[in-house]
Structures are given as C-alpha cells and as structure tokens.
C-alpha cells in the first residue's frame, strides 16, 4: 500500500445524485491534490490544498465540491454531474509545493466514476 | 497558462531495443521535472525526476535530459523489456508552485 487510499474504487452515479469521493494518506504529508483522468486526454489539476487550505481552483464546475478536513483527508463532493464527468479521479499528496527529488507526489489508485 | 507537450502519443518497440519520449513545457519558470509511469490499472508512480540546475539524470535503464533553453525535456529508456510497457507521463512544476501540469501521456509497448 502507498500509503494514499481512495474510496469508492468504482461508482455509477445518475445525473441527479449527490455522492463524495473520499482520499486519505497516512504518510504525513501536506499538500493533497485532486486530479481527473479522462481517456487521451493529460491529467487534469483539480484543486490543491496546502494544510487545508485550498490553494489552487483550476476553473472546476462548482457541481465539484472539494473538502479538506485535515491534511490527512481529502473529499470531492458530486452533485447533478453530466455524463462527460465520467472519469478517473485520482487524489495525490505531497510533502508540501517543493518537491523532494525522488518522492514527487504519491498518487491513490483512483475511483472510477460513471455518470449515466 | 502552462502546457506541456508530449510526443510521441503512442510507440511500440522491440525488446531490447531504446525509447524515447519527448516533452516541451510553456512555462519558463518551471524548474522541477518528473516522469510517471502508469501501468494498466493501476495508480501512476514516479520513476525519475530533475531539476534545472542539471541537464542530465540517469538511474539504471532510464535517464532524463533537459535543455532548459529549449524548454524541452526527454526520457530515454534503454534495454526495453516487456514490464516497461505502460503509459508514461511528463510534467513540470516551478519550484514553490502548486500546479504539476503533465502531458498527454505516451502509451509504450514493448514487443518480445
């Protein structure tokens, strides 16, 4: 285990639905990000928290709702999202904005979400 | 904004033979360069990494060049074999900066 665990793996939702994505890491880190992964498409920066507070809002609907509690955990908040919402969502950690070489950011495996 | 470009976005090679992915980033500020490898399924993981203050990073089999004038960095892979199939990611960040931009991705297959 990396030590970056995401929740749900999977998730079918219908458009109307409201449901939350849920990341945790134990390796105490800092600064936890949100990112999308969408087939052929580059990894899409979401949000960026650095010790809980939100540093960085990349022009995401607000129908994307992220929470950060601690700096241990991370949640992306769904409501009434469209179909082209279906992705991969990966939430990420990292020491803090400067990067140690040969850490980079820990990445959590991903929930899969599908909006029907 | 930032944009890196990846090329190519697709390569397949023969078992043992080298690779080569290529990136340019638009910010001039970045400093920080990393690659990631994602395996099918599967979370990515750094695999190597740079900064600007070095033009060159090897670690076994693969090693990562930068020509910070160019504004473009590479990541060669030697000796390929069948694991090193996956999809692999560049990026750029500036030093105390919050955005990590990655590129497109390039999705390597190692034919044995």
């Known amino acids: 285990e990396t030590g970056v665990t995401q929740t749900p793996r999977h998730l079918v939702m219908g458009m109307t639905n409201k449901k939350s994505l849920k990341c945790e890491q134990h390796?105490?880190?800092?600064?936890m990000y949100w990112y999308k992964q969408s087939a052929k498409k580059p990894l899409e920066l979401m949000f960026v928290y650095n010790f809980k507070e939100q540093t960085e809002n990349n022009s995401v609907p607000s129908r994307f709702s992220p929470e950060c509690p601690n700096s241990s955990h991370l949640f992306l908040h769904l409501h009434t999202l469209q179909p082209e919402d279906s992705a991969l969502y990966l939430c990420a950690s990292s020491q803090g904005p400067r990067i140690k070489l040969k850490e980079g950011y820990t990445f959590g495996s991903g929930t899969r979400l599908t909006v029907v | 904004g930032e944009n890196v470009e990846q090329h190519p976005s697709t390569l397949s090679v023969q078992e043992g033979d080298s690779a080569v992915i290529k990136c340019t980033y638009s910010d001039s500020a970045s400093n920080y360069f990393p690659w990631y490898k994602q395996e099918l399924g599967k979370r990515p993981q750094l695999i190597i990494d740079i900064r600007s203050n070095v033009g060159e990073k090897k670690d076994q089999r693969i090693a990562v060049t930068l020509n910070k004038t160019a504004k473009h960095f590479s990541l060669h892979i030697t000796e390929t074999q069948p694991e090193d199939s996956a999809v692999y990611f560049c990026a750029a960040k500036r030093e105390y900066g919050n955005k990590l931009v990655f590129g497109a991705g390039t999705i390597l297959r190692v034919k044995s």
């Open positions: 390796l105490g880190h800092n600064a």
